[in-house]
């Protein structure tokens, strides 16, 4: 069965491009007679609001979408980033890092040609912890993965991708990802694990079938299906759809408010209006969002 879900953070009002997320999975479960599941990523609780999460389900009602509860919270499940993370430690894949960013830009600023300085989790880290173990994991280290220990039990990643741009099957030599992606962080300081990390097990116990997300997230799925791999969980289809943009082409962000979902429910827009602005039909099957017009 086809289970599909949108995972919002909520960290400010659900905007446009949200909207096309949640609908577009939403009617890609209903089309295909499957489940359309909900889930807050609020694992930073630092950017966490009670009032956003409050706004989310308000907007998302709003917007005809229905989902089964309770809804997962990444708040509740910090257990189960916690296993994840044994389970890596025992495959020899993680290693604590006291690394502050001051000591990362030092340590990377003397550039290669050739050898990009950011991926898809920020600037590339430069290794410098990757010899401490695990038993040496200090209350303010981060954890990060291993790249090239990753890449010998993992050596090669394929996935599927149904979106527009990206479609069709794609295979990455995980050698490759030591260079464009490196150690990523899978716990975060006073957090109970990355977004990398907690997307993958999340999707895995939502028993998740297919990912539908922004197309700013495709450079992170190779990340994300190498953890599934690491941690013998199922891969599932992904489908990237396009970013909605305003008129300039800029992209929608959280804090742009006049495209806050909140804001056209105010201008007394109907769910179909916002359906029909951004090329989504009743039963949609469209992924072709259109220029929003300014003002
Ligand atoms: N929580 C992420 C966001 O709000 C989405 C993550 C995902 O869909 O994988 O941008």
């Excluded at 993680?94 to 502050?100: A, E, F, S």
């Excluded at 742009?256 to 909140?262: K, L, S, T, W, Y």
Aim: net charge negative; with cysteine.
């Amino acid at each position: 069965m086809n289970r599909t879900r949108f995972a919002p953070s909520p960290t400010g009002p659900l905007h446009l491009g949200h909207a096309y997320s949640a609908l577009l999975a939403f009617d890609q479960a209903r089309q295909a007679g499957g489940a359309f599941l909900l889930r807050i990523e609020d694992i930073d609780q630092s950017r966490a609001r009670g009032e956003w999460e409050d706004l989310i389900y308000e907007d998302l009602h709003w917007l005809g979408l229905r989902w089964p509860v309770p809804v997962m919270r990444q708040s509740d499940r910090l257990d189960a980033y916690a296993s994840a993370l044994d389970h890596l430690s025992e495959l020899g894949v993680i290693y604590p890092c006291r690394c502050k960013r001051a000591d990362i830009e030092a340590a990377a600023s003397a550039p290669q040609e050739g050898v990009p300085q950011f991926g898809p989790d920020g600037r590339i880290y430069p290794g410098t912890c990757r010899h401490r173990a695990m038993h040496e994991a200090g209350p303010d280290d981060v954890i990060r993965l291993n790249m090239y220990e990753a890449a010998k039990i993992v050596p090669v990643l394929s996935f599927f991708e149904t979106g527009p741009r990206h479609q069709g099957h794609h295979q990455i030599t995980t050698q490759d990802l030591c260079q464009s992606a490196g150690d990523i962080i899978l716990r975060r300081r006073g957090m109970g694990g990355s977004y990398h990390l907690s997307v993958v097990v999340d999707d895995s116990d939502q028993v998740i079938t297919q990912v539908t997300r922004g197309e700013d997230l495709f450079s992170a799925t190779p990340l994300h299906v190498l953890l599934q791999n690491l941690l013998g969980l199922p891969t599932p289809l992904y489908h990237h759809h396009h970013l909605i943009r305003d008129e300039s082409g800029k992209r929608l962000a959280k804090r742009d408010d006049a495209r806050a979902i909140r804001q056209y429910r105010d201008d007394g827009m109907t769910p179909d209006d916002l359906r029909a602005l951004l090329g989504l039909t009743i039963t949609a099957d469209l992924d072709r969002p259109r220029v929003i017009p300014q003002g």
